[in-house]
Structures are given as structure tokens and as C-alpha cells.
């Protein structure tokens, strides 16, 4: 496919071989979340050989690779390391045949199905053209491989390890995601909130069992469950406030064994998601206000035990950077490149680094192939998204344009005789 104008430079060109055989070899070598560690490794030996200090095991399998060029703003530019427990389906030649054990036990395929080994090669790409153009930027460049994204939990463990008091503070962090709500070519630019809060949470709800023939000796947890799920969902019809974001969705619904027994307990999955303190905190406790309720209604022997185990904060972008380096991309890929995004409802721990105290810049990389998109468009039809069996960007432009934007904006933000912070 024929690269859009403005979408790369001849030093990305140059770049671009050595970035895509990254990609198929990481594509094909995916590791889930925590057990990132030959994709650890092979990250840090691509770094260490273009001259960076680099520290591997950083708040678990993560990697920090410091390159100094003189006095200056520090500058982080962050990357995932893992994959998702997803068989792919892409049809692709180099597509993921990769099984391993869950943290359960459990065999798994395995996939890089949320495109974390497009970011992985584009920033390995633009170390080797940040190396090779000192003379253009003055600073440090701090390059982060971050394991465990996909379960919010990874950018955590890295500063309870010290990755900013270690390592250099950065003066600005910075991001990227690949979707396929966009062709490839296009970023996507949002001032302010970028995505949602995320809470995720496990509801426990407590039973009497006994056989399915004699409900009446029995207080069934199932009903209980039943119940519960459908009035949770009142919560964002009937107790948020209209216009106000909010998703409250039960993903799994566990419990049983046999058609003819009544079990003790039932397990539900929840996922929240929103955009305000405000309403996150009212969200919460309306769920556990309905669950108590459900369970106390039906004379359960016991309240149900709700517990958080997933959580983060919404990503902010900086306005006063996001107005920067969109003027930034801007000229660095063309202007009608460059679309205002809204929000998204989906959540990422890169808002950890931010919460930091850090301004902070996340950007929408269009990943779709151009064609599809519009026959998509067209039909009223969506492309698979992130984390489908069916999910695979359309790597070139997509990895040219990664590429470029991030060599722009670590230029601009590092260009020589920048102040420091």
C-alpha cells in the first residue's frame, strides 16, 4: 500500500526494515502479562546495542534505557511489553501460535492482539534515529518498556521501583496506542481526559445449596446473581446523571456444577468504567448498595464479599503540551492527518506515570487499513477492534507514521537549547 504524503521522512524509510522484522519476530513471540521476559530482553539487547544504558527488571520484567546528549529536559516515551491470552484468527503468515500457562494454570493461547508489538518496534526505531541525529535534540531520552498493561498494573510496579527517583525524572512522559477507529496515516489528538477510570471488581455472593428438586430447602445464589446483574444495570439508567459517562458490565457469571444442584455461591465479573471522580465513587457504591440489597432480599446467610482487584486512573493529557505537539504532528504528518478525538471508554495504567505529578501526552495511532475503513464506513460496520482474535493493524503506513510522530515530538521537546524543567 502506497504510504500518504507527509506520512514518513527518508531517516524513517531508512529505519523502517530493520522495525517491521521486529514486529513479525515479536508478533510471533508473544508473552502475557508479568512474563514479558524474552520480549524484556530482546527490547533491552535492541537498546544496549544503539548505545543506551539500560536497566532490565525495573518493577518486574520492565525496561529503562537512558540515552544522555548534553544538559537539558528529560524526556520518557513508554511502551507495553504484553500480550493478551487470545488465540489469533488473523489469517496472517506470521500470525501467533503461542500456548502457555495462565497465572491459574490454565493452558492459553496467547496473542498480541492490542498491537503492543507495533509500539515495542516503532520505539525501538526511533531510538536508532534519535542515536543518529544528536546534533538535532539536547537532553536525555528516557526509553521505558512497561510490562503488565493489560492488567493495569505494570506502570504501578515500576514506581514502587523506584523507576523516578532510580532514573532521571522526566520533565514530560509520552504515549501511543494503535487502534483500528482510525486508517492508518491518521493520529488521533485529545486535550484533557483521554479514556475512562477502570474498577474492576469481583462479587461473591453467598448461597444455600441443595438439590434442584427441593428449591425451597435452598436459598439459590444463582437467582440471587440473576437478580443482582439486572439491577446493576439501573445504576447508569436511573442513578447517573444523563450525559454523564458511565459502563457498569458484568462479564462473567460463574457458578455450578450439575443441572440438578443448587450450588452455595455464584462469583459475578465486573468491569466500571468512567470519566469523573465524582461519578466513579457514586458508581461504587451503588453496586455495593445493590448487592447487599439483592443478597439481604433473598435471606442469603451471609453478605456478599465485593472485592477490587484491577483499578486505574483516567489518562490526562496535558492541554498545554497537547497544544504543542499537535501543532507538532501537524507539520510532521500533514495537517488533515491530524484529527480531534473525543474521549474513549477504554482504560490504561499510563495515567500512573502521570499521576506522577508529570505532564503527560497520550496519541491515537490510526491502524486501519484506508479501504477497509471506508467500506466500513460506508456499510455502518465496525473493523475488529483491540483485543478481537480478528484484530491486526495495517502495519505499513501504521508503523511509518509511529515512527515519525514519535521522532517529531521528542524532537521538539528535546530540540537544543531547550530549557530544562
Not at 132 to 144: E, P
Not at 282 to 293: P, S
Request: aromatic share 4%; charged share 20%; with cysteine.
Amino acid at each position: 500500500m502506497q504510504r500518504a504524503a507527509g506520512a514518513s521522512t527518508p531517516e524513517v524509510d531508512v529505519a523502517y526494515a530493520k522495525a517491521y522484522a521486529l514486529y513479525i519476530d515479536l508478533h510471533q513471540h508473544p508473552e502475557l502479562s508479568g512474563s514479558e521476559v524474552q520480549t524484556a530482553a530482546r527490547v533491552a539487547a535492541e537498546l544496549r546495542a544503539l548505545g543506551y544504558t539500560v536497566t532490565e527488571h525495573v518493577g518486574g520484567t520492565g525496561v529503562v534505557a537512558i540515552l544522555r546528549n548534553g544538559p537539558g529536559k528529560t524526556v520518557m516515551l513508554r511502551t507495553e511489553l504484553d500480550a493478551l491470552p487470545v488465540e489469533e484468527k488473523t489469517g496472517l503468515p506470521f500470525a501467533s501460535k503461542v500456548h502457555t500457562k495462565d497465572p491459574a494454570g490454565r493452558d492459553v493461547p496467547v496473542g498480541h492482539m492490542c498491537g503492543h508489538d507495533l509500539h515495542m518496534s516503532a520505539l525501538v526505531a526511533t531510538a536508532g534515529i534519535m542515536v543518529r541525529s544528536r546534533a538535532s535534540w539536547q537532553g536525555t531520552l528516557m526509553l521505558v518498556g512497561q510490562p503488565a498493561e493489560e492488567t493495569i498494573s505494570g506502570a504501578k510496579a515500576m514506581i514502587r521501583d523506584g523507576i523516578f527517583t532510580r532514573f532521571s525524572r522526566p520533565d514530560e512522559v509520552l504515549a501511543l496506542h494503535v487502534v483500528n477507529e482510525l486508517p492508518a496515516g491518521q493520529v488521533g489528538v485529545a486535550s484533557g481526559i483521554y479514556d475512562s477510570n477502570a474498577d474492576s471488581l469481583r462479587i461473591t455472593i453467598y448461597g444455600k445449596g441443595g438439590h434442584g428438586s427441593a428449591p425451597h430447602t435452598t436459598v439459590d445464589p444463582i437467582v440471587i446473581a440473576a437478580r443482582t446483574v439486572l439491577a446493576l444495570q439501573t445504576i447508569v439508567a436511573r442513578e447517573v446523571k444523563p450525559g454523564q459517562f458511565a459502563v457498569v458490565t458484568v462479564g462473567y457469571v460463574t457458578a455450578g456444577t450439575k443441572n440438578n444442584i443448587i450450588p452455595d455461591q455464584a462469583e459475578l465479573g465486573l468491569t466500571v468504567r468512567t470519566y469523573k471522580p465524582e461519578i466513579r465513587k457514586q458508581v461504587l457504591e451503588a453496586i455495593t448498595r445493590i448487592a447487599n440489597a439483592e443478597s439481604q432480599a433473598a435471606g442469603a446467610p451471609r453478605a456478599p464479599l465485593i472485592e477490587g482487584y484491577e483499578a486505574t486512573d483516567a489518562v490526562y493529557n496535558d492541554p498545554a503540551l497537547t497544544q504543542r505537539l499537535r501543532a507538532v504532528l501537524e507539520a510532521a504528518l500533514a495537517k488533515d492527518k491530524v484529527v480531534t478525538q473525543e474521549p474513549i471508554t477504554a482504560s490504561e495504567d499510563f495515567s500512573a506515570f502521570v499521576a506522577e505529578g508529570i505532564p503527560g501526552f497520550y496519541l491515537t495511532l490510526g491502524g486501519a487499513d484506508p479501504q477497509k475503513y471506508e467500506q466500513a464506513k460506508a456499510a455502518g460496520t465496525r473493523l475488529p477492534s483491540n483485543h478481537s482474535p480478528l484484530f491486526a493493524p495495517d502495519v505499513d503506513p501504521t508503523l511509518h507514521t509511529a515512527i515519525t510522530a514519535e521522532v517529531a515530538m521528542l524532537r521538539d521537546l528535546l530540540r537544543a537549547g531547550a530549557a530544562g524543567g
